[in-house]
T-cell receptor, first 113, second 118 residues
Framework: AQSVSQHNHHVILSEAASLELGCNYS??????LFWYVQYPGQHLQLLLK??????LVKGIKGFEAEFIKSKFSFNLRKPSVQWSDTAEYFC???????????FGQGTELSVKP | GAVVSQHPSWVICKSGTSVKIECRSL??????MFWYRQFPKQSLMLMAT?????????EQGVEKDKFLINHASLTLSTLTVTSAHPEDSSFYIC??????????????FGPGTRLLVL
């Protein structure tokens, strides 16, 4: 079955710490990969996406993600987090076979000022 | 660009009534819109895929007679929760995909509608 797994349910960091959020997905043919962020009380916003090409993708607000095909992973990173990065982060995978966007469980990030 | 709106943002209703939620793509045309449901502290679960001018495709376990979806134009899809019950209380989110026939294109999400059924 097509599924997406995020390793951490809740991550707590201090400002300036580095961030890495894990995301793995099940094999299902050709995929497109996304990270969305949901700030408190706001709607989902696209952070970055990978369709093809350079597996290291840069997104908004200093975020980046690396697609490792052999590991079925698409981890999100940021070298130095800020208090304003406090939000829920969702990894999502679009499986071309089936045409569905499958979301991970989400990771709540809390950044202490 | 690529803004999706939902209306209403909040709705409280009595058990047994029907509630209609609108999803609009404001600055692009969307042949396909999606409806998701999000429970507290959980991820988004796809309920159905709505294609303009045709019947919606429902995910397994989603009652099509309870969650009526209409995609009457390229910028509007509606979700009607019929005979709502307290267990239907949830956060309903729509998304829209611009372009035609390109499966990989990005979905843009609305702000969501919080439904509380008393």
């Amino acid at each position: 079955a097509q599924s997406v797994s995020q390793h951490n349910h809740h991550v707590i960091l201090s400002e300036a710490a580095s961030l890495e959020l894990g995301c793995n997905y099940s094999y299902g043919g050709t995929v497109n990969l996304f990270w969305y962020v949901q700030y408190p009380g706001q709607h989902l916003q696209l952070l970055l996406k990978y369709f093809s090409g350079d597996p290291l993708v840069k997104g908004i607000k200093g975020f980046e993600a690396e697609f490792i095909k052999s590991k079925f992973s698409f981890n999100l990173r940021k070298p130095s987090v800020q208090w304003s990065d406090t939000a829920e982060y969702f990894c999502a995978v679009f499986y071309n076979q089936g045409g569905k966007l499958i979301f991970g469980q989400g990771t709540e990030l809390s950044v202490k000022p | 660009g690529a803004v999706v709106s939902q209306h209403p943002s909040w709705v409280i209703c009595k058990s047994g009534t029907s509630v209609k939620i609108e999803c609009r793509s404001l600055d692009f045309q969307a042949t396909t819109m999606f409806w998701y449901r999000q429970f507290p502290k959980q991820s988004l679960m796809l309920m159905a895929t709505s294609n303009e001018g045709s019947k919606a495709t429902y995910e397994q376990g989603v009652e099509k007679d309870k969650f009526l979806i209409n995609h009457a134009s390229l910028t509007l899809s509606t979700l009607t929760v019929t005979s709502a019950h307290p267990e239907d209380s949830s956060f309903y989110i729509c998304s829209a995909r611009p372009g035609t026939g390109v499966l990989q294109e990005t979905q843009y999400f609305g702000p969501g509608t919080r439904l509380l059924v008393l």
